[in-house]
């Protein structure tokens, strides 16, 4: 059996930029991932292949709480989801970490305060190489630094947009983009600007994901290892129930056991949560360090919508997901609850468009459509339901429990955008006709069950003071096992209406220096007693 000093599960965004930070320490790390590395290859940037035929999405099938099928929208690869997001790195508004009244109730207060976070998103920004503008977002919180890279520049369909809005009195602003793109220099830049980058992998390595960023790097170091393939299905205690002692995965079809100073889980809130689930015992009668029940509770995926904007001149954009719009994020003058966030999904086309099964608009095919349209992705803050759960059915499978809630502000916030389409400049062409509409999408190709867009998990494992009300403290460790720790989405107790991502790497970081304390004085103690060495 091999022993590690940290044992992180999970590759993406909350164990990747988690084994990044610790790799310099010298401690023996050891990554488990269930995924393999995504090939290189042409099909990364077919939307055929991504989109239609789902190549690289997770085959597994969970279910809902009606027992039906639910084919997830998710990535088991080596980076996490972070191989195929969008790398729109946000961070959470200051008033998100504070108790917010929407229309549908209470969004709660976090244990932590923005500015616990804050030196952690600056380092995660510049760490993930985010390229933005500082002071253009009127919702932004305050930043100690200011972005290392500049904004990246809208394409003229989105400049003319931005315009409109501007002239109508709103603030739009470049979305902070996590993409290697250096625009002054075109023939050096590693990022070429393409139009297949949201829901893709970067064939040319040049998005910042969890594997290019932080588990390359980490893996130069001699002390971390990756496991691929290391499906990780139990984690065992010892007799007190304290500790972790053993991490049970299964590889090429037989078990393995590792043994971790410190276990970090990080697999992404869903199976974080039935991970925890999975390792009940005598101790932990209803699953590891779940004596608050709140583990696999409060699952939360933001309300999202696609939308098409339809003109009658084509849209020639190819990266279009440069703006957004976050005036509404906390209300307007006619509606005092927070409604979301405004930005773009990648350019839609006919392909991507024919696996959705979306209505289509009179008079266009799905082909046309595609060229013509403005593909709009909104977001609002769905609110924590204990009933919105992930649970294990009998035979050990993923049940995911979701009622939606809070939508009055989202139905508001697609009014809003309904109203700022009609109020754009008359074309030089077709006038005021040229905009035809807006269509709706249900943007999980394949599956038109939207519960199946778990992008956004998050929720299911929440942190908090209070050992009741939380599984984890405020540093993630659980409450109850003193070596077990929680990295990713699952933390949060409320999500904000903008993309997770960066606050997820940031209080990786946050967490990776509270563990390097903890492995710190460790090491003191082995080197007083002399015991330094004998544990590896
Ligand atoms: C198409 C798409 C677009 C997105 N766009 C954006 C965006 O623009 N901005 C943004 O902020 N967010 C975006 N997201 C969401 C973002 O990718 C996630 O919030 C983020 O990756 C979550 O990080 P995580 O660490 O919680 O989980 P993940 O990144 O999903 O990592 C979990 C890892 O654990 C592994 N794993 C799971 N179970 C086990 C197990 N039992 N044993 C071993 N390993 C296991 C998985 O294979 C995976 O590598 C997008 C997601 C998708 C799918
Ligand atoms: S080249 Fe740039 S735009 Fe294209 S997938 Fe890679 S990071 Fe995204």
């Given at each position: 059996?091999?022993?590690?000093?940290?044992?992180?599960?999970?590759?993406?965004a909350?164990?990747?930029?988690?084994?990044?930070?610790?790799?310099?320490?010298?401690?023996?790390?050891?990554?488990?991932?269930?995924?393999?590395?995504?090939?290189?290859?042409?099909?990364?940037?077919?939307?055929?292949?991504?989109?239609?035929?789902?190549?690289?999405?997770a085959?597994?099938?969970?279910?809902?709480?009606?027992?039906?099928a639910?084919?997830?929208?998710?990535?088991?690869?080596?980076?996490?989801?972070?191989?195929?997001?969008?790398?729109?790195?946000?961070?959470?508004?200051?008033?998100?970490?504070?108790?917010?009244?929407?229309?549908?109730?209470?969004?709660?207060?976090?244990?932590?305060?923005?500015?616990?976070l804050?030196?952690?998103?600056?380092?995660?920004?510049?760490?993930?190489?985010v390229?933005?503008?500082?002071?253009?977002?009127?919702?932004?919180?305050?930043?100690?630094?200011?972005?290392?890279?500049?904004?990246?520049?809208?394409?003229?369909?989105?400049?003319?947009?931005?315009?409109?809005?501007?002239r109508?009195?709103?603030?739009?602003?470049?979305?902070?983009?996590?993409?290697?793109?250096?625009?002054?220099n075109?023939?050096?830049?590693?990022c070429?600007?393409?139009?297949?980058?949201?829901?893709h992998?970067?064939?040319?390595?040049?998005?910042?994901?969890?594997?290019?960023?932080?588990?390359?790097?980490?893996?130069?170091?001699?002390?971390?290892?990756?496991?691929?393939?290391?499906y990780?299905?139990?984690?065992?205690?010892?007799g007190?129930?304290?500790e972790?002692?053993?991490?049970?995965a299964t590889?090429?079809?037989?078990?393995?056991?590792?043994?971790g100073?410190?276990?970090?889980?990080?697999?992404?809130a869903?199976?974080?949560?039935?991970?925890?689930?999975?390792?009940a015992?005598?101790?932990?009668?209803?699953?590891?360090?779940?004596?608050?029940?709140?583990?696999?509770r409060h699952?939360?995926?933001?309300?999202?919508?696609?939308?098409?904007?339809?003109?009658?001149?084509?849209?020639?954009?190819?990266?279009?997901?440069t703006?957004?719009?976050?005036?509404?994020?906390?209300?307007?003058?006619?509606?005092?609850?927070?409604?979301?966030?405004?930005?773009?999904?990648?350019?839609?086309?006919?392909?991507?468009?024919?696996?959705g099964?979306?209505?289509?608009?009179?008079?266009?095919?799905?082909?046309?459509?595609?060229?013509?349209?403005?593909?709009?992705?909104?977001?609002?803050?769905?609110?924590?339901d204990?009933?919105n759960?992930?649970?294990?059915?009998?035979?050990?499978?993923?049940?995911l429990?979701?009622?939606?809630?809070?939508?009055?502000?989202?139905?508001?916030l697609?009014?809003?955008?309904?109203?700022?389409?009609?109020?754009?400049?008359?074309?030089?062409?077709?006038?005021?006709?040229?905009h035809?509409?807006?269509?709706?999408r249900?943007?999980?190709?394949?599956?038109r069950?939207?519960?199946?867009?778990?992008?956004?998990?998050?929720?299911?494992?929440?942190?908090?003071?209070?050992?009741?009300?939380?599984?984890?403290?405020?540093?993630c460790?659980?409450?109850?096992?003193?070596?077990?720790?929680?990295?990713?989405?699952?933390?949060?107790?409320?999500?904000g209406?903008?993309?997770?991502?960066?606050t997820?790497?940031?209080?990786?970081?946050?967490?990776?220096?509270?563990?390097l304390?903890?492995?710190?004085?460790?090491?003191s103690?082995?080197?007083?007693t002399?015991?330094?060495?004998?544990?590896?």
């Amino acid at each position: 059996m091999d022993r590690y000093d940290v044992i992180i599960i999970g590759s993406g965004a909350g164990g990747g930029t988690l084994a990044h930070r610790l790799a310099p320490s010298g401690a023996r790390i050891l990554l488990l991932e269930r995924g393999d590395y995504v090939p290189r290859e042409k099909d990364n940037w077919s939307t055929r292949a991504v989109n239609v035929e789902g190549k690289y999405a997770a085959k597994e099938s969970w279910r809902d709480r009606e027992g039906r099928a639910l084919h997830p929208h998710t990535n088991y690869w080596v980076g996490g989801n972070t191989k195929f997001y969008g790398a729109a790195l946000f961070r959470l508004r200051r008033e998100d970490f504070g108790e917010l009244r929407h229309a549908g109730g209470i969004s709660p207060s976090w244990p932590i305060g923005y500015d616990e976070l804050e030196p952690y998103y600056t380092e995660a920004e510049h760490l993930y190489q985010v390229h933005g503008e500082r002071g253009a977002d009127p919702t932004e919180p305050p930043a100690s630094a200011p972005y290392r890279y500049p904004a990246v520049s809208h394409e003229p369909r989105i400049q003319q947009l931005s315009e409109d809005w501007m002239r109508l009195g709103y603030r739009p602003f470049p979305v902070p983009l996590g993409i290697m793109l250096d625009e002054r220099n075109p023939r050096r830049s590693r990022c070429i600007r393409c139009e297949t980058c949201d829901g893709h992998p970067c064939l040319v390595s040049a998005k910042s994901d969890a594997q290019v960023v932080c588990v390359d790097p980490a893996l130069q170091y001699p002390n971390v290892t990756l496991v691929t393939g290391a499906y990780v299905s139990r984690l065992g205690t010892d007799g007190s129930g304290r500790e972790v002692r053993t991490v049970h995965a299964t590889r090429n079809g037989a078990e393995e056991v590792y043994r971790g100073d410190l276990v970090v889980v990080s697999c992404g809130a869903i199976n974080s949560a039935a991970l925890l689930l999975r390792s009940a015992s005598d101790r932990h009668p209803r699953g590891l360090a779940n004596g608050s029940d709140v583990v696999g509770r409060h699952y939360m995926g933001h309300i999202n919508s696609v939308l098409m904007a339809l003109s009658k001149c084509p849209n020639p954009t190819v990266f279009q997901k440069t703006l957004a719009l976050n005036d509404f994020y906390f209300g307007s003058e006619d509606w005092p609850h927070p409604m979301g966030h405004i930005s773009f999904v990648g350019k839609l086309d006919g392909v991507t468009l024919s696996a959705g099964a979306p209505a289509i608009a009179p008079g266009w095919t799905l082909e046309l459509m595609g060229r013509h349209s403005l593909d709009f992705w909104l977001t609002s803050e769905d609110l924590p339901d204990q009933q919105n759960r992930v649970t294990l059915d009998r035979d050990g499978r993923i049940v995911l429990s979701y009622r939606p809630n809070n939508e009055q502000g989202h139905r508001r916030l697609v009014a809003k955008l309904e109203s700022l389409m009609q109020q754009q400049r008359a074309c030089a062409v077709h006038g005021h006709e040229c905009h035809q509409g807006l269509f709706s999408r249900n943007l999980f190709v394949g599956q038109r069950i939207p519960l199946a867009g778990v992008a956004h998990q998050n929720g299911t494992i929440r942190f908090g003071r209070d050992p009741q009300a939380s599984a984890l403290d405020t540093h993630c460790r659980a409450h109850e096992v003193d070596n077990l720790y929680v990295v990713d989405g699952s933390f949060f107790p409320s999500s904000g209406a903008v993309n997770p991502a960066l606050t997820i790497m940031a209080n990786a970081l946050r967490v990776g220096d509270h563990l390097l304390g903890r492995l710190g004085s460790r090491r003191s103690d082995a080197v007083a007693t002399g015991a330094m060495g004998a544990a590896v």
